[in-house]
Each structure stands twice: as C-alpha cells, then as structure tokens.
C-alpha cells in the first residue's frame, strides 16, 4: 500500500500495477488534469509536480517529473500539484508572477514551470540567476518565452509570501510522521533475502530510465522492488580515504560532497539530466542501466571507483572497470545488486581532475562524448594517467592505448598528441543522431588536449590554443 498526503487529505493505494506512474494515477486515477503530459520521457517538464517530505522539523520540497515516478514514490511524502496552488479564490504568487511578466504563452508548459517556481521559492531566500537555470533546466517552453520566465522567478524569490504550505507546516509534518513506513523490504538484509527470492522482479531506484520501459516503449513492469525505503542505500559519506554513495541516494543529495571533493565532477553534475530528475536519479541506477551515455561512468572509471555489491550474505567489492562487460551487460549475477559506490579522495593536489560533456544543449541533455581525466604529474612526468570516455563505444571505458602513452612520459604536447592518435585504437565510434563517428573521435581528441591546456601552465595554453 502507497500512502501519501495530497490536497491535506492522507491517500491510500492499494490497487494499482506498481508500474502506474504519477502522471496516469493523477489524470486517469484522481481526475487531475492540471499537470499536462508532453513528452512522458523526462524531457519536457510540463508533468512537473512538487514533494514535499520531513527533512528533520522542517519540510524539504523538490520537484520531479510525474511522468517518470512511480506511484511507490509517493509514499510518506505530501504531493503537491498545479491544482493546489490557488488558495480560498487567491492565485499562489507563483502562479501570478507568471501572469505579472507575460511569461505564460500557449500555456501548455506553465504548469510544469509554475511548480518548478514555487519549489524555487521554497529553497532560495534571494534571487541568483544560477540556482534559478538550474531549477528550470527541466522545463521546456517551445514559445521560447524564457526571458519572461527568468523575471517571474525573480519576482517569485525577490518578493516571497507566505502560503497556506508554510501555515499548515506544522500539521503537515505529523501527518507525514504518522504514516507507517511502505510495505516492502526496509533493510539491506531484508532486500537481499528479497531479492535472492525473487530475482525476476525489477528494482527501482529513482525510476527515471525504468519508467522509460513503461512509457516510451510500452512494456509492462509486474513486480518492482522499492529502493527508496532502505536508509543505508540513501546514505552518502566522507571517510579519511573514501567518498562513500549508497546506491540509491539521488544525485541532488551526492552534490553537494561531490562538489567539494571533486569540484569538476560537480560541474558535470549540474549538467546531469534537469533538476527534477536529479532529484530522482541515483548513481546506482546510472550505473546498472549501464548505457553508453551515462555521465556518471566514465567519471567513476577516471576516478578509480569501486562497487560494492551485495548476493544474499555474500559482498563483492568490484572495481568499475570491471563491471561493464558490454552494451548495457554488467557483471551483475541473478539477485545480486549495487550497494554502495566507493570513490578514492584526492588527498594529492598534485592528482587532478578534468571532466567534458559535449551535448547539443547546456542542459536537460544526453552527452555526445563525455571525457574524464584524472592525471599526476611529477617532475614533469606524468606518473598516473586514467582516461575514460562515454559515447565512444558499447559502453563507458578507460582508453587503455591512451593511458600507456601517457603514463611514464614527459607532460608536453608530443606525448599528448601521441596519446590522441591512440584513441583510435582505444574506440571505433558509432554515428547516430547525437553526432557522426568523426566527430565523436575529433572530440575526443581535442578533449584530451583541452584537459592538456588546462592544467598546464598559462605560456603552454597560449602557444597549444594557436595549435589547435
Ligand atoms: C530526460 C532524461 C535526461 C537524462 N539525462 C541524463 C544525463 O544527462 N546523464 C546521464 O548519465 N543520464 C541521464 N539520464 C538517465 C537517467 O536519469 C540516469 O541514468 C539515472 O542515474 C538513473 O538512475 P535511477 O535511479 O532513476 O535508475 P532506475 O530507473 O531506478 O534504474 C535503472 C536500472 O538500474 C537498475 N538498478 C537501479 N538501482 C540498482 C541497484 N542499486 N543495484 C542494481 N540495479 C539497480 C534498475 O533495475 C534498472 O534496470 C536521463 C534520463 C532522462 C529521462
Ligand atoms: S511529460 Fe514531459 S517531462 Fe513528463
Ligand atoms: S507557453 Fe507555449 S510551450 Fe510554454
């Protein structure tokens, strides 16, 4: 059973498939036709709703994309709609900012905007261009109306009001508390036994490439088992050595640690899909759905991360490059599951970072090529060298070729230029919507000599720009 408050009234669900998702349940289901359906595949925004759940005494709310969340997903959580904005004959002021910048044009997208504006509202105390893009990277309007939407967040952040969500905090909170957790397994060791038992049966994460099965390709998903409900699997830490992420924490909650131990991973990061979906999204999914264009992967493999995987009792540690054996085959036994992720710190500032997206749009957008580099260079030798891309085979891997001609050799751009040429041995590309074979190779290595110029020094950048 599914419970979750919506319009202050605590909803059970008992009867529905587990793979009806929230946009079908509130159109189909709850007769709320408000949140509009563009795409059903994540990338539109218009089927924008709001969650709002406990975050210590207080609520935290974040929006996601209704097409791509199972109903599961709402469990001890307030769901807030489109519908629930006006209050006693009164538009929320989100809703009216819209209307005081002439932001809304054929309408189609501005339910989906107005939501990500009122969760904008509840997170920003001021008005900062950044926050407010990356808090509507996932809501398109094909009328391009977007200076006026920029204005209407401003006005939402610069002028916040108090609603009827901030006066019925208080009781909003111990209704959600009062609700009993989700039937299903609520611990490691329960989601072990469970899954060993039922090894057909799908997990979900944050749902947002498993939907896609659902929506975009029609299949049916009898039998998902929650992920959202094990506490461990949330949890994202710092030891002495490592960067630990459970498996099912969503990538909004790794940013802020990722950002601070690898401030180009967390670059990447807010390139990573839209913000409703990284409020969904976890890096155990990225990882298991194992596609080609994950932007987490290649990544990891640059950054030397292991897996902790768990069969029953059994625990393997895997290192990632050992865990992709093919387009979309991992190294994942029946009834076996990503734990944990364990990424080594950089404890030498002399180890550095460089990560590239190549996309045809800044965001809400899946890589071309996606590039990670994590190079040492001692007296101007380079003494580690782990190079991985995305997008340039069958699925995200470290250019070995590439690495031996780095590794051992002097940091200037003969060896660079030598490490370029061996791509080619490292990958033969695939063309396809996103780019040709060509381009995919000529990116990768401009990658590579741009990874050069960045971290060598400025009189090198100037003489290898007039190069390149
Ligand atoms: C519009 C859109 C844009 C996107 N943009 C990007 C992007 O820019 N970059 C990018 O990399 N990806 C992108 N994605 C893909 C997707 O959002 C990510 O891959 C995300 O990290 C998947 O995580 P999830 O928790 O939602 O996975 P889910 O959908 O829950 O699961 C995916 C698969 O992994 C399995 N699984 C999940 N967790 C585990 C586990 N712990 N152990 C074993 N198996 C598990 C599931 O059974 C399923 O087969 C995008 C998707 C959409 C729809
Ligand atoms: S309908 Fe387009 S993102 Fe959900
Ligand atoms: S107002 Fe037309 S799509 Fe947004």
Redesign the pocket.
Known sequence: MTQFLMDNRLHSVTNLPDDTTVLQFLRRDAGRCGTKEGCA???CGACTVVLAQVDGEKLHYQTV?AC?TFVSALHGKQLITVEDLKHRGELHHAQQAMIDNYASQCGFCTPGFVMSLFALEKQQTSFEREPAQHALS?NLCRCTGYRPIMDAAQQVCEQPQADQFDRAEQQTLQQLKSIKRASGPASIEALATFYLDNPNA???????????DVTQRYQRLPKLIS?SAIPE?QQVSLTETELLIG??AP?SCCMPLVQQEFPDFGLLLA????QQ?RN???????I??A?P?????PVLLALGATLVLRRGAVLRHLPLDQFFLGYKKTA?QAG????QIRIPRSTDSARQLRVY?V?KRLE????AVCAALQIEVRQGVVVHARVAFGGMAEMARRAAHCEAELLGQPWKLATIERAARALEQDFSPLSDFRASREYRMQVAKNLLRRGYIELTSPETLMRVTSYV
């Open positions: 595949s994540g990338d994309n791509l996932g799908q997990l979900v994460a944050g749902g947002t490439d498993l939907a896609l992920l699997l498996a099912a990538i390139r990573f899909a839209s979906i969904q999204g976890t890096f155990g999914g990225n298991a759905n596609s264009i994950g932007d987490g992967n994942l076996e599951f990503i734990e997206k996309s809400d957008d899946i890589s």
